[in-house]
């Protein structure tokens, strides 16, 4: 015997068979046992043998369940495969059964487990096709029994060639009608196979279909019924067990249990049901009432899969703390509520959305949505109706955190945290969203993404440090924004393109590289009482024909100026302060029309307020005043017109005016106290007379 197969120290001989042996091992970087088996290259049983075992490590190696044997390595050492797996220390099924060492209720919880195990390997596309009591393993190590499903030698992965459809693999008494008829297997005939277990454990370890020959055995499965249960053997037993018997054994296998979890709550349903119950198995819970779901067992399922086939509409399912990896289809209106906050009940997908919302009136809760998707799947999709989620994590790898698409789909997201290696929201056309107290950071691409015709809410959300923006509202959208903060994005806070419409009120936009606000061509911008500030580039600007409104807004310490508008753009500017930024104040650029009204502009690098050639501007009642260069710039072909305004205090003076500009139009008694400027031909700047 070896001391030493890969880098696994070898301790005893298990087992061995016609191909191979186990052998009991022991890792010495973490110093765990674990059970190594092995098959000799070029052995008698040729290719088809080392295929086998190659697909075995492949497929239970691609499976991470309670109730599964985990695979830890496999390879080959001096001319051995071998394959290290996790070491369970107790019997097989089919020991127990027919030793009767075991109560019937144990062997039902055991068989149930399995079960869950299955169709965890059934949802990732792995059909076992050799399902019998001997490759169920049942370690007694813990508090409780715990089943686990080995062997997986003949499975069948995915799309696996190894072996053609017609030849059949597996154990004889437990292949089912259609497996034998075509040699085609599919987790309906792992199912049938479970249905023959579940025979054994009631009849004390007899098969439901017996011949003398195999081919009389094979004869019966296609055939007959199953041989009747002795009268001993169901006496006291909860006659529902029976249909259960009778549905898993079915000919036909749209007939049978539709997953091997709906058997496994059936089995369940049957032992924790008094014996006179004869009502089908697995009834829906009632509006109102609480399924459990627990990775532990103590609930009633262990799966939120199987929880959600159960539930009926208004079911409350409570999540106890663990990682569930599944992809759930929710299309009945429930709750999903994990137990303690959103950390400790994880829902995770590496194939398709972590929870898709399929009808009105669901409601999620302190759970964390982790999409490991490479196809840039959401972790949570929208699609239709009014939904809830509150105090919930969702993380997507690649595509958005949430996804809110459909017409007429509307979610609300409350206390949430999304993140993302794409879009933290994306909202579809004549889609809507609305955020409450959600925080939405580190995207790769956008913090809110509004396509054509999308709408959203957002209510004391912060958004973030994403790369491409924080909310960007595209043609026809609408995003209306109350005490929001968007920060530190490395191109703009909030950006409405073409026709596009944002509303912001009480909001923060700082830290962005290059503006707080900007809306083109057609679009509508409003910010009512918001402050922008600390933007490396511009404040808040417009391009093209278009509606900046700003109210009592306070701009300041942007790098560029603090308010654009220019090329058919027009400006509504009330009761704003634009202050110690870093350029101009307020730019009214070509082809740009503006109106301030009780506004303040004070403490700016560069002009207060500057008026290019083509421009308009009417001020009424500002207040332009301690700017480090002059209160208004003036250049030819523009206009600027000034009511009741105070120009005071400015370093260079009040009014530059370039060459060629007109004078300004001065109505309503101001106060021009600093000097007025030209500049002359030779580019000189020169005083002239006072403007009263």
């Known amino acids: 015997m070896r001391e030493k197969i890969g880098k696994f120290e070898i301790l005893r001989l298990l087992g061995q068979g016609a191909m191979g042996k186990v052998f009991l091992g022991r890792d010495p970087v973490l110093g765990r046992e674990v059970a190594v088996k092995t098959i000799r290259l070029g052995s008698a049983f040729g290719a088809e043998a080392t295929a086998r075992f190659e697909r075995e490590a492949r497929a239970a190696g691609s ?34 059964i ?113 011949g003398e020959t195999a081919t009389s055995v094979l004869t019966a499965i296609l055939r007959q019924p199953p041989a009747p249960f002795l009268p001993e053997e169901v006496q006291g037993l909860n006659p529902a067990l029976l249909e259960v018997v009778r549905r898993a054994l079915a000919k036909a296998p749209g007939q049978r249990y539709p997953s091997a979890e709906s058997l496994a709550a059936a089995i369940r349903h049957c032992v924790d049901s008094p014996p006179a119950e004869t009502a089908a198995p697995a009834p829906a819970p009632e509006e109102g009432q609480t399924l459990v779901v627990a990775k532990n067992g103590k609930g009633q399922c262990m799966s939120l899969r199987v929880a959600l086939r159960q539930a009926g509409p208004g079911c409350r399912i409570l999540v106890m703390p663990g990682v569930y990896r599944e992809s759930l289809v929710v299309d009945k209106p429930v709750e999903i509520v994990g137990e303690g906050g959103p950390s400790e009940v994880v829902i ?113 959300c912060r958004i973030s440090g994403q790369e491409a923006g924080g909310v960007v509202v595209e043609a026809d959208a609408r995003a209306e924004l109350t005490r929001c903060r968007i920060t530190d ?79 058919g753009a027009t400006a509504q500017i009330k009761g704003c302060k634009v202050f110690d930024g870093h350029s101009f104040g307020v730019v009214c650029g070509s082809q740009g029309r503006g109106v301030l009204e009780g506004c303040e502009i004070y403490g700016n690098a560069k002009t207060g307020a500057r008026v290019e050639p083509g421009g308009s501007l009417l001020l009424v009642r500002c207040d332009l005043h301690d700017g480090r260069d002059t209160g208004i710039l003036l250049f030819e072909d523009a206009e600027v017109t000034l009511e009741e305004c105070v120009v005071h205090r400015n370093a260079r003076g009040g009014i530059l005016l370039a060459k060629d500009a007109a004078d300004p139009v001065l109505r309503g008694g101001n106060r021009i106290q600093d000097h007025l400027l030209r500049t002359g031909a030779d580019g000189e700047v020169v005083k002239v007379t006072p403007v009263k």
């Open 63 to 96: 499976l991470n369940h309670p109730n599964v044997v985990t695979v830890f390595e496999f390879g080959e050492d001096d001319g051995l495969y071998y394959m290290a797996m996790e070491w369970v220390e107790g019997q097989d099924l089919d020991v127990l």
């Open 98 to 210: 027919r030793s009767r060492q075991a109560s019937m209720v144990e062997l039902l919880e055991l068989l149930a487990q399995a079960c869950e195990g299955l169709g965890y390997a059934h949802e990732r596309g792995i059909v076992h096709r050799d399902i019998k009591p001997a490759n169920i393993l049942v370690s007694r190590g813990g508090k409780r029994p715990v089943a686990k499903l080995m062997d997986f030698g003949v499975a069948l992965v995915g799309h696996s060639d190894l072996t053609q459809q017609g030849n059949w693999l597996g154990t004889v008494n437990y292949m089912a009608p259609e497996y034998l008829d075509s040699g085609t297997a599919g987790p309906a005939s792992d199912i049938f196979a479970m249905g023959v277990i579940l025979y054994e454990i009631i009849s004390g370890g007899r098969r439901p279909f017996i």
């Open 348 to 460: 995770e997908s590496a194939k398709g959305p972590c929870l898709s919302l399929l009808v009105p009136g669901i409601r999620l809760a302190n759970l964390q949505m982790q999409g490991l998707c490479a196809d840039a799947a959401p972790a949570l999709l929208a699609t239709r109706g009014e939904a809830m989620v509150e105090n919930c994590g969702i993380v997507s790898r690649s595509g958005p955190a949430l996804l809110v698409a459909g017409a007429g789909a509307e979610p609300l997201l409350r206390a949430c945290s999304l993140s993302s290696g794409t879009v933290g929201v994306r909202v579809e056309p004549r889609a809507a969203v609305r955020l409450e107290g959600c925080l939405i950071e580190h995207a790769q691409g956008v913090g809110v993404e509004l396509l054509p015709g999308a709408r959203a809410i957002l209510e004391d």
């Open 489 to 567: 994005s490395r191109s703009v806070g909030v950006l409405a393109l073409e026709r596009g419409q944002a509303a912001l009120d009480d909001c923060e936009l700082s830290g962005h590289a290059c503006a707080g606000a900007h809306g083109v061509a057609g679009s509508t911008l409003q910010l009512r009482g918001c402050r922008v500030s600390g933007n490396a580039g511009l404040g808040a600007s417009l391009l093209g024909a278009g509606l900046l409104t700003l109210e009592r807004c306070e701009i300041n310490e942007n790098g560029e100026p603090g308010v654009l508008f220019q090329q």
